[in-house]
Structure formats: structure tokens, C-alpha cells
């Protein structure tokens, strides 16, 4: 156990909806890092969150949103689905706002959009 | 912008076998270097980094050394055992955006008894 919980593990939805995924930080991190990993982009980063302001974006689609809760737990909003936007979906935290002693990732959210 | 090339895979080895992995990288400073290892169902973790460049990372019998004239950290291993069966992954961290890492497309590796 990482120590950085993701939730739901799996998600099946349709095209058009709109899910929410959870992370959990590590106990002290306060940067919370969404990252996308599909077959044909590999991983790509997609936002950062540190203490609750976001704080760098990446490849991250208008469709897609997030935010960090003042308990640091962050949410990744995704909507009008798309069967492209399967994938795995990993959040990562680390204790500073920058990562450059590595990061502690989760076990990710596989979505599934049919 | 910055990029990370690894060696294709799959790769499947004999157990005890040497193994390589290349990785090279393009990157407009000196950035940090890393090989994250994903297991079967589970999240990657940092398995070994490397800040500049002619240091050595090592883990768990795994080294890469960051060598600047050739921009490349290749991951080796004397001996490998089957529980190294995984996805290994190459990523550099730009100095010049530190918030996020960029990652190499990632190498699966196999080892047969």
C-alpha cells in the first residue's frame, strides 16, 4: 500500500456522462498530481494541485476539471465522455509543490467508457 | 519540448539473465531522471532517480547511471528474478517545470524460469 487511495478502482459509464474520481494523499503531502496513462499516449500529466490551489496544467482537456479540498483529498471531474477518454487514471502525491525527489503514486481508476 | 525514448518492448529474459533497458532522453535544461516500476494492478513506484549528471541511482539491484554526453540513464540489473516481471518506466523532471514528470512510453518485462 502506497498510502495514496483512489477510488472507485473500476468505472464502467456510457459516452456523454460525467464521472468523479477521488485520491486520497499520503498522510503529510500536500501536492496532489492527476495523471492520464491510455495505450496510444502512454502517461501523460494532466493538473497539479498544491494545498488546495491549483498550482501547474498539463495535457488536460476543457472537458475535464479538478480540485483539492481544504482535507487535501482532490477530485477529478470528467464529462461528456467520450469513448477516447478510457484509460487509466493515476493520482500521485508528494510532500512539497514540486516532485523532483519522485512522487508516491495510487493504484489508478481504470474507466471504461461504452 | 522535453521527451523521453525507451527501448521497445516487450522483453522477455531467462531468470539470472543481465538486463538493459535504454532510455534516452531531450530536455532543454538538466533535468532529474527517474525509472518508476508498474507491477501487475497497481500504481508505479519510483524505483531509483539520478540529479545530475555522472550520479548513480540504485535500488534493488537495479542501477542507471545519468550520463549527460550521450542524454541517456539505461536501467541494468546483473541477475534478473522472475518478481522483476513489470512495466518499467524511464521520466525526466525539466528544472524549468518541476511540477510535473514527463514519461518514456514504458518497457514490459518478462522473466521465465
Known amino acids: 500500500d502506497s498510502g495514496v487511495t483512489q477510488t472507485p478502482k473500476h468505472l464502467i459509464t456510457a459516452t456523454g456522462q460525467r464521472v468523479t474520481l477521488r485520491c486520497s494523499p499520503r498522510s503529510g503531502d500536500l501536492s496532489v498530481y492527476w495523471y492520464q496513462q491510455s495505450l496510444d499516449q502512454g502517461l501523460q500529466f494532466l493538473i497539479q494541485y498544491y494545498n488546495g490551489e491549483e498550482r501547474a496544467k498539463g495535457n488536460i482537456l476543457e472537458r475535464f476539471s479538478a480540485q483539492q479540498f481544504p482535507d487535501l483529498h482532490s477530485e477529478l471531474n470528467l464529462s461528456s465522455l467520450e469513448l477516447g477518454d478510457s484509460a487509466l487514471y493515476f493520482c500521485?502525491?508528494?510532500?512539497?509543490?514540486?516532485?523532483?525527489?519522485?512522487?508516491?503514486f495510487g493504484s489508478g481508476t481504470r474507466l471504461t467508457v461504452v | 519540448g522535453d521527451s523521453v525514448t525507451q527501448m521497445e518492448g516487450p522483453v522477455t529474459l531467462s531468470e539470472e539473465a543481465f538486463l538493459t533497458i535504454n532510455c534516452t532522453y531531450t530536455?532543454?535544461?538538466?533535468?532529474?531522471l527517474f525509472w518508476y516500476v508498474q507491477y501487475p494492478g497497481e500504481g508505479l513506484q519510483l524505483l531509483l532517480k539520478?540529479?545530475?549528471?555522472?550520479d548513480k541511482g540504485s535500488n534493488k539491484g537495479f542501477e542507471a547511471t545519468y550520463r549527460k554526453e550521450t542524454t541517456s540513464f539505461h536501467l541494468e540489473k546483473g541477475s534478473v528474478q522472475v518478481s522483476d516481471s513489470a512495466v518499467y518506466f524511464c521520466a525526466l523532471s525539466d528544472p524549468g517545470d518541476l511540477e510535473k514528470l514527463t514519461f518514456g512510453t514504458g518497457t514490459r518485462l518478462t522473466i521465465i524460469p
Open positions: 539520478a540529479t545530475k549528471a555522472d
Open positions: 530536455a532543454t535544461g538538466y533535468p532529474s
Open positions: 500521485a502525491s508528494s510532500v512539497g509543490w514540486h516532485q523532483n525527489y519522485g512522487y508516491t
